[in-house]
């Protein structure tokens, strides 16, 4: 089991930016594939972009391609996601989770921090 902890959640006008970390602690940052996650006020936990453990590949959900960006740096056993030309809709908690490299399921989560986007 990984142990997950969010930073950088806040407030920001639309168009603006943020930057989320996600420092892990326990087994080794680079055995897992991460991932972040939100969930929106009355509204179901959705992915939101994905890394593989060694950053070569990632994923995103389509709307926020080409304004979210995640990354890692395994050295320092942190995640990141830069969130740029931010909109009201991407106002949620923000969750970082990991996987294991053969496993299907998130089975790790960190506690969740506020991102609020006001229009």
């Known amino acids: 089991q990984v142990h997950l902890v969010e930073f950088g959640g806040g407030l920001v006008q639309a168009g603006g930016s943020l930057r989320l970390s996600c420092t892990a602690s326990g087994r080794p940052f680079s055995n897992y594939i991460m991932a972040w996650f939100r969930q929106a006020p009355g509204k179901e936990r959705e992915f939101v972009a994905s890394i593989t453990w060694s950053a070569r590949s990632s994923d995103y959900i389509d709307s926020v391609k080409g304004r979210f960006t995640i990354s890692r740096d395994n050295a320092k056993n942190t995640m990141y996601l830069q969130m740029n030309s931010l909109k009201p809709e991407d106002t949620a908690v923000y969750y970082c989770?990991?996987?294991?490299?053969?496993?299907?399921?998130?089975?790790?989560w960190g506690q969740g921090t506020q991102v609020t986007v006001s229009s």
């Open positions: 989770a990991a996987r294991g490299r053969y496993t299907t399921n998130y089975n790790d």
